[in-house]
């Protein structure tokens, strides 16, 4: 299994370019989300999702959107991107959290910067 | 969730165990003690979670105090690839139920 998978690994942006950060696991888990880590900080929640055309926001949706129309792919859209969406984005899913056990497995990470 | 409270940073010379304390004085009878650690920019990679039991799989072992309101993570023979910034998190259950990341400790293992 590859586990989660995200592309790009780094990216720049203008202001004002819109750009889809891709995300894919093959554990056929039914949660997935998306954080963001600013330098020297924890990571806060985007986004989540609980399965296939269910979304939900997170601490800070402000300026993102998202979809899940697969099990598989969780992909996060910046429309109108800005310096302050600079950041490293990551994915990650887990089978359910409502089991108290249940853990979340995280991809590499997409590093962008707006300029 | 409860909040947790961890030390900024720690210094381990390789080959010795590493005890990372974490405060969680408001934690909840239902919620789980977490713990994960992300390496250099990697993505968060899961370590170990108790409840109130003592807990040791082949990465590290968590002791969890009697109150629950605190716990340690060791790491038993720390190695220069252990040098990474560890979070502890205190989760329930649920569907809302997310992992809240603070700023953790960073671990800095010496030769």
């Known amino acids: 299994n590859a586990g989660v998978t995200q592309t790009p690994k780094f990216r720049i942006l203008k202001i004002g370019q819109s750009m889809t950060l891709q995300c894919t696991q093959d554990m056929n888990h039914n949660y997935m989300y998306w954080y963001r880590q600013d330098p020297g900080m924890g990571l806060k929640l985007i986004y989540y999702s609980v399965g296939a055309g269910i979304t939900d926001k997170g601490e800070v949706p402000n300026g993102y959107n998202v979809s899940r129309s697969t099990t598989e792919d969780f992909p996060l859209r910046l429309e109108l991107a800005a310096p302050s969406q600079t950041s490293v984005y990551f994915c990650?899913?887990?089978?359910?959290?409502?089991?108290?056990?249940?853990?979340?497995?995280f991809g590499p990470g997409t590093r962008l910067t707006v300029l | 969730d409860a909040k947790t409270t961890q030390p900024p940073s720690m210094d381990c010379a390789e080959g010795r165990a590493a005890n990372l304390p974490c405060n969680h004085s408001?934690?909840?009878?239902?919620?789980?003690v977490y713990w994960y650690r992300q390496i250099h920019s990697q993505g968060p990679q899961y370590i170990i979670h108790?409840?109130?039991n003592n807990e040791t799989n082949e990465m590290a072992s968590l002791i969890i105090t009697e109150d629950r309101k605190s716990s340690t993570l060791i790491l038993p023979h720390a190695t220069l690839r252990d040098t990474a910034v560890y979070y502890c998190?205190?989760?329930?259950?649920?569907?809302?139920?997310?992992?809240?990341f603070g700023t953790g400790t960073r671990l800095q293992v010496t030769l």
């Open positions: 108790g409840l109130k």
């Open positions: 990650a899913s887990s089978y359910d959290p409502t089991v108290r056990t249940d853990t979340q497995y």
């Open positions: 998190i205190v989760k329930s259950s649920g569907t809302a139920s997310k992992l809240t």
């Open positions: 408001t934690i909840s009878g239902n919620e789980y």
